[in-house]
């Protein structure tokens, strides 16, 4: 990994011209990671990170909690109306379709061979059909009572896979590759204007790195030569890949 001085000043000013075609927020996010980059004693973004891990767990845990009670909530409504009916849910809908039928209305012929019901009735004397919305919440009640379970089931064992970051500290941005990666992230998705390409957003965080401590021996942006901007990325570990996305993620949050 190239040597990098310490250090606990703001990015240099030169950085304003490389960042000027990211939006404001992003470009406030890639000043603090060249910060970060810089100072390895910052551990702020680590922090963010468990301190993001953590609210998630929370929301999801309280998500389980939510749809158990809708799962149990359904279920004994099923249960309910099914004991009303004497488990007859059909005859339901038809009593209040039948029920909407004006008096003395002559009774319809079959329709190819078919002996009309109730709906086909109400559907061809164009009479607004009272039981339809009554028969989709029966069956999405269904379907979601089993929805809820199986979501349940699945996010407890989300929750469960996932690994907090340990308790060490450690500064994020001076792991070697993880400033490049988020400032590819960065590049990538929040620029304004012209979509830069590969090898520019790659000569980019060349210049970046060049302009925080001279960027190693092995990237020179004059020359365009940003192997080692590639190596760095493909080299870096996927668990810090996945907490660059959640730093991220946490501060390019919509306002």
């Known amino acids: 990994m190239p040597d990098r001085a310490v ?17 404001p927020q992003a470009r406030r996010v890639a000043f603090r990671i060249c910060s970060a980059y810089k100072n390895p004693r910052d551990i702020r973004a680590y922090e963010e990170i468990r301190v993001e891990f953590d609210q998630q767990d929370l929301i999801a845990k309280r998500s389980v909690r939510a749809l158990k009670k809708l799962e149990k909530g359904l279920t004994n409504l099923e249960a309910g109306i099914k004991a009303t009916l004497k488990g007859d849910t059909r005859s339901l809908p038809d009593s209040l379709r039948e029920a909407h039928i004006p008096d003395g209305s002559p009774a319809l012929l079959p329709i190819y061979e078919k002996e009309p019901t109730t709906k086909d009735y109400l559907r061809i004397r164009n009479i607004p059909d009272p039981a339809e919305p009554l028969e989709r919440f029966l069956q999405l009640q ?55 390409h590969k090898n520019e957003i790659e000569v980019r965080i060349a210049g970046i790195l060049t302009e925080l401590d001279h960027g190693g021996r092995t990237i020179d942006p004059h020359k365009k030569d940003c192997s080692a901007i590639r190596a760095s990325i493909k080299r870096l570990p996927n668990r810090y890949k996945t907490w660059c996305d959640k730093f991220l993620a946490h501060h390019l949050k919509p306002s």
């Open 142 to 196: 269904h379907e979601v009572r089993c929805l809820a379970k199986k979501e349940a089931n699945f996010v407890q064992s989300w929750i469960q896979r996932r690994r907090r970051p340990k308790r060490r500290p450690f500064a994020l941005f001076s792991v070697w590759g993880a400033s490049q990666y988020a400032l590819q992230s960065l590049f990538l998705g929040r620029v304004r204007g012209r979509r830069l």
């Open 7 to 23: 250090s606990t000043e703001t990015p240099h000013r030169g950085l304003k011209s490389l960042l000027k075609d990211l939006d």
